[in-house]
Each structure stands twice: as C-alpha cells, then as structure tokens.
C-alpha cells in the first residue's frame, strides 16, 4: 500500500532534491537590495544552534548577517550556517498537503487531508488497537513543538509509541548521565573549555560536526592546555592534539577502563571528592583492575605508553574536561562507553568546577530541548520517567486528563520500525524525521514502510521517507516559527519567526491541534501561539528535573539565553550543574556505575573483517532532507566516498579514487575510495547523508543498546572488493557535482586533492 | 569599530571547513564566487588544510608585473581586483604572486581577488570570512589581542630569496620567528657564509 507511488526519477523531477544556488530572484535581483529587516534568530543545523541574523525582504529570507554579541559563537559560522537561508525559497518547498494518487502526489485541501489522517488513525485504531499508530517526532523541531507532539500521541491520538530522530544522536549519553548525575544535560557551559588544563575529545568530529566547538578548544591550547583525541579517524580536530589515541572501533569503554586503572594504581584519583561526594567507588575500581595497560593496548590497539600518558595526564591535571559525542554513543554499549567517561571524570574529581567536567556534545539542532519534554517514549515533559507515579499525576493535571489516561513507555525510534515490518504497528505519524535514510539497515526501513496500513508525513520538503506515504502535510522551516530551542551546552534560546510559512504550508503546531481536534480533543488544544505552548510547557515542567517554570521568551533575549533547570521567574539559570559537589540523584551524591565490556552486535570475522564505520561531514546535516538541496553545500561533498587506510588499500587491490564494493551482513554499496593515512587500516569510514543506493544505512545493522536503544552505526562488519566500474547513481547524472562555476585559472583551480572534486 | 584592528592567519587552526569560501562568495560584489580558499596540504597523508586571503602586500607583486596598470591600492594599503576597464586577462598576476591569491575567472575576462572586504571594512563591520571563521584560523582583531590570546606569533615579513616582502596580513608563527623563510638556501651554511 505504501509503496511509492512514481519511480525515483519521477519523484525526483517534482520534488528534488534540486539544487539551490542563489538568492530569490538571482545575483543581481530585486533581493539584493538593502533588507528589510535583520532578525537575530539561530541556525537550524546541529546542536551548536549558533546565533545567526537572517536577512529579511517582503516576507523572504535572502540572506544572513553574522550576529556578533550572541555570546556562544560571537558570529562565527560553518558552511551550513552560511548557505542556510538557501533552503529558504526553494523549488522544492511543499506548499500544500499532498494527497497520495494513482498519478502520484497531488495537492490538496487542509481540510481533505486532516479529516483523512483523522478517519485513518481511528479505523486502525478500531481494528487493531490505540497502540496500532505510532508517533514519530523530529529533534529539529522547536521544545514547543516537540512538547505537542508528546501530548498528541498520548491525549489525542492514544498511543504509548511515539519516539523520536534524537534516539539517533546522544540518547546513550542521556542515560548514562541520569545514571550517574540523576539529569541528562551536559554539566558545563562551553566557556569553561579554555579554562581546562586538559581536553580529552572522545569520539568527536568536532570540526566536521561541532565546528563552533573548534575555537573553544583551540583557546584551551593557546592558555596552554594539553588536547587528547581518542578517535579510529584523523579528524580536523586531531591536527593539534598533543596526544592521538588510535581506539579501535567498539572498543572506547575498554579504553577509558584502562586510564582509570592507571589513575587508581598510580594513586591520581581525588579521594576527598569520591569520599564525600559519590557513591559506588570501590565497585568501580574493581572493575578495572584487570585493565592494566598492556591488556588495554591488546584490546583497543592504543599503545600502552600513550594510555599510561592519557591517564596522567587528565588524573594530574587540577581542572580536566572529557568531551564526547556520537563516536562512543554509536554503540551497543554506547552507555557503557559514556558511564566509563564519567567514572573517570568522578574519580578524578573532575566534575562541577569551571573547566573541570565531562561533557556530551549533542548534536541535532534541538536535541537537547527536544529530549526534555515529551517526545521520548519514556519521559515526560520536564524530563519525568513516565513510570514515575508523581509525574503522570502532575502532568495529568496540566493537561487536564486523568493520570490513567497518559498510556505508559512505549517503544522506541527502531523498536517501532521493527513492530512495523513484524506488522504489530500499522499506521505511522512521521513529523521531521527522515528514518529511511537515518535509520540502520535501510533495506528492511524500505520493507516497513511499504507494510503501513496508513502513513502521515508532517515536513516542508518531500523526504525520501515520504515517498512512501499516504498523505504529506506541509510544515514550516525552523524560521518560520517562534518558539525555544536548547543548545548541547543547556542553553535556552529564542527562535524568531523571520517569516511565515509560504503558500498553504503551516506551523506544526497548527496541524498538531486541528489533528486533535478532529480525533475529539479540540478543547485540550487550544493555543492561539507558540506562546501559549511555551506557557503550558512551562507548568508542566516546573518541579521536574528539566524545570522551565522561570523562563520566558523576554528573559531569554535579554539574557541571551538561560540555562536549565530555571525553577522561578527570578532565578537567572543554571550555566554550570553539580557546583558544591551536589547531585540530581535524592541522596545528592553522584554514582559511579560499573562498566562491562562486551562484544557488539555485529562481530568482524573472517567473512567480514574489516571496521565500517559512518559519521558526518561538514557541508551535511543528518539525513540531508535540507543540505542535499543546498548547491554550494552538495558541491563541497557532493557523494559518500571510502575512507580507506593505503596498507588495506593495497592488500585489497584498490587504489585511489577506485569505486569499492562494501559488502556487509546486510548489503552492497559502491562507492569510490579514497586512500588517505588518518585511519586505521583495520577501518574504513563512510558518510551518511544520502539516500537510495548511496546510503550507507543500508548496509549498517539492527542492533540497539538495551537501555538508550540507539543503534551501532558506528561498528558494522565488512568486506571490501574493487569494484569493476561505477555503480548506476554515479553516471545518472544526480551526484550533485555541479558543473556551473565559472572556469577559473589560479592556485584554488590546480590544486590538488580538494574535497569535492575527486 | 574596525579601526585599529588587523587580519592575521593561522593556517594550524584551519579545519577546512569552507565557511570562509562559502561566506566569500555571499559577497554582494562578486556574487556567488569566493575571493579566498582552502587547500588541502596533503589529504594522502594529513588531514591538514590552510586557507588563504590576499596577504596585501605593501609593495604588491601582481601590481607591479600588471601589463594595463589594472591593479591598485587604496590609501589603507588594501590592493583591489582588477580594474574591469583595465584588465585585459592576462595572468601575470596569477602567474606573479608570490601567495597564489589571484584568480583569472576567464568567463569574465577579469582577475579578481580578495580586497579585505573593502564593502565591509569601509562600513565598520570585520571581513565576512574572518567573522564566521569557526576556528579563528582567520581572524581580524586588534594586535594587542593577538599578543595576548594566541600562542603564535604574527609574522608579516616574508623573504623569498633576495626578494623580502612584506604584507598587510600577517601569518601566525612559532615565538621566535620574525621572518619567514621561504628559500632553503637561506637555511644553508653555505649560502650564508
């Protein structure tokens, strides 16, 4: 039923991803004069959510301006934050609700495709259960939006299955932080980087993927501080550490295991800290004992020198950070891997100090205010567990329903597209997430989605996912809504609306509340802005662990932000947790929790024994729903390419720019090699951006941590052979390579090597 | 606002992210293509990139082999494109300077290169490139900043042989350095006995 109702090319031709160059009207058009309006909002692209302005003329965006006093990035830019208004005006922008046809998708009225979502979602809720629909929410949606939906999926349509595309980012981080610190927020605001003695950078492509990040961390080395980069790739970061640690992938909690050991045989830990402040110390410390550095180097392939240095080096250090991302999370153990970071940093003390911390470095745009209030399927706003009687009782009341009314967890992000494909979910509200392409082994997504009895798609341009569905609604760009954000330091922003949506397209929270409405809960909601959102959200996370009570949009300007937890309308917020030593956890202490290591979920053998690994690069955002359309941004990485060490290189007949099949336990792709040193040779990395046969989610696997329930994208198992030529994609003409720059004669023309231009 | 305040390069700081090509080509003036750009130094083997701006030479070689007299400093010592009249796309300047910052885009028969963001600098506000530079590789701030933040040292003398050159941008070098030395055989004990 919901198979794509046009070819590729077809759907392609209509709906992108095309292209975008220029402003409205060109170079040298009417929007080049002066702008209306500057509006200082934030960029959509990652959870830097860098302070921006936005150009404004008639009601269009055509351009930006670096705004200078936002204290985080203090104008600095990446490329996607640059090119970003590009994805405003675009040919490719949904303009109305689509209707799925025999002819493919047609336009149509609000009013047909709401009142069909709402008839659906009840006919398969009647003939299979409320918990037949399932709910899926978007991390780049504003915490307005992200606490709608919530609500949606358990008041108005009823079902316990709603999760959301954060499940793919910092989710491991998330729990092993409630763990341990009883919240889930990075304890320390980015100005304490440069405050540091010691940066340890754990699985963190910060100047691909946090670029703003890369200035903290150079600060630290001007002041004089020591940068560790544990990483299976050279990335940009790497080309000032002090000291590279080659970690093998899967094998980061290993690592860390081995740094605590040698802090704690070389008597380095902070005893009046862990004495007076944790709990759960001395089972820790048996843990490692048998991660001496000799056993560690034979496990993660870091020399045991360079352990032993590590270890001094952040155990002696008065003020040590330890930052992390998707490269230890990624994992089937990624809590484990983020619970060993934090045992290191409790056992040195490092925790609760200006420069001393451990810090996740979140990733999607809102990935941390879209965690906090109710698109999780476990929590509640505030970041309540759901289970919690106390918080189904105080959230009931904002709500006005009954406690029994709020279903219990349901399943997560992949969980649900399991019970799809085995046919226990048959209908599926998608809102800004595109898990065709974002989520592990793409194959069976593919298998899933065509399995929906019915499938709703909320987004502003026609993702690769909503080519599989029944009916689009057309939603609205992040500048083209008011509301709240949160950054990966904790801050709370403003999002200004630029400009409204264009054509018939609407806010999310406009088809959030005539979908209720239409499924019979009009009166529970009834916002007239995202004000009024913000208002309710506000009182049903006061007294959580995530407390928004005292902020306001006027605060938050005035203040550039507040930090969280803000419990009353004086409190100025929380830019540094855990100062004094004190804890979220009801005994105040913070926990050490033992880390065991084990295998993950798809082993190297002799069949497949070669590491992929996959992460970002620069010029894209996540699935590439938005950057794929962006010219200047595709131009700079135009197709996944192989990462490929040159002594695997050759043991494999592959030379540079070869195209390679990579074969792993699920499937086949070819993409073209290139030969570099800065990575493992046991190890090849692809990007994940693209869609169809350039995904690399295709070939990744299934298997999930059993707590955060994020998926191993970082550790699949392969197998490399040359390819005899290229592979379809790569001569139909779509690979983005633009051939539309001028011809240039200079250094930037003849030099050799650049990206984008292999 | 940016009086007083300088461009310095620090090529060790570069990511290659491209944000200062990307903001470049915003430029209202030469609309769409960058001025500037980034280089990988050695991808094979290093992740390292540089990026490079016009380094406004006081005495600037592409003005001084420039056949038309197309090329010109203004009165803050910024050397500017090409005169579109003038330029008769010759490449002697591509070919001349001693930095490999022109380009010659053929199409429009014409040299262009970075002129500081003479649109921006003009009206107060810093270049666009170094503005949203995330990694500071490129910065314009005042000296005395420099001094006190960075680690390196700016450098604004370069002596390719004989020839000494001297720039308006300076380039960030270990303490200790003064000039940068570009012939090996300013580095040979035989040269310099």
Redesign the interface.
Known sequence: MSEPPLSPDELRARFGPNLNYTPPGGWRGPSRGVATRLVKTHCCFCGQQCGIQLKVQDDKVVGFEPWEEFPFNRGMLCPKGVRRYLQDNHPDRLLAPLLRTERGFEETTWDTAMSLTARRIREVQEKYGKDAVAVYGGASLTTEKAYLIGKLARVAVGTRHIDYNGRLCMVSAGVAYKLAFGVDRSPNPWSDIPRAQVVMILGANIGECAPITTDYVWRCRDAGGKIIVADPRMTPITRNADLYLPVRPGCDAALLMGMLHVVLRDKLEDRAFIDAHTLGFDEVAASVASYDPLTTARITGVPPEAIEKAAHWFGEAERAIAMHARGIEHHSKGVENCLAVINLALATGNIGREGAGCMMITGQGNGQGGREHGQKCDQLPGQRQISDPAAREHVARVWRVAPEEIPQAGYSAVEIMNAIHRGEIKALVCACFNPLVSLPDAEFTREALSKLEFFAVIDFFLSETAHHADVVLAGSLQEEDEGVTCSAEGRVIHIQEAVPPPGQARREWQIYCDLAARLGQAERFTYASSRAIFDELREASRGGIADYYGISYEKIDQQLGVFWPCPSEDHPGTPRLFEGGRFFHADGKAHFVPVVDRPGGDPVSDEFPIYLTTGRVVSQYLSGTQTRRIGPLVDQYPEPRLEIHPQLAEAQGISDADWVEVTTRRATMTVRAQVVRTIRPDTVFIPYHWAGKRSVNRLTHRTIDPRSKIPEFKVSAARLARAAGPPPWARDGTGGASARHLPVVGAAAAAPGRQGAP | MTAGLQFFIDP????????C???C??C?TH???PMI?V??I????????TP?VCMHCENPTCAQVCPADAIKQNEEGVVLSSLKPRCIAC?NC?LACPF?????????EQMMKCDMCYDRTSIGK?P?CA??????ALAFVSPDEIAR???EVPVNTFRFGAEEVRTKVSMMAPRGVEAVEIDVVDYMWEASS
């Open positions: 060790s700081r570069c990511i290659g992210c491209r944000s090509e990307n903001a080509a915003e209202e609309r769409g293509f750009h280089d990988y050695d991808r094979p083997n290093s992740i390292a990139t490079m490449s591509v490999g910052v022109p380009k010659m885009l053929t199409a429009l810093r666009m503005t949203v530079c995330p990694s500071q933040q960075r680690r």
